[in-house]
């Protein structure tokens, strides 16, 4: 997910370098849509990853 989120920004910077607004802005908003879900489900990951292992001894 992180890497659409990469190609996303890649889209939106280069549409902007041609001028087109549009389409840099409809791939920026995708791009951070992308970017928070990949943390959100990052973070999800690493605390029910850790409640599963249990503490360490």
Do not use: E, N
């Not at 190609?7 to 087109?20: D, K, L, T």
């Not at 995708?30 to 249990?54: C, T």
């Amino acid at each position: 997910m992180l890497y659409w989120a990469a190609v996303f920004f890649v889209i939106a910077i280069i549409a902007a370098v041609f001028g087109f607004g549009g389409i840099a802005a409809g791939a920026a908003g995708i791009a951070k849509i992308l970017f928070v879900v990949f943390v959100i489900l990052f973070v999800l990951s690493l605390i029910f990853g850790g409640i599963r292992r249990g503490p360490r001894p």
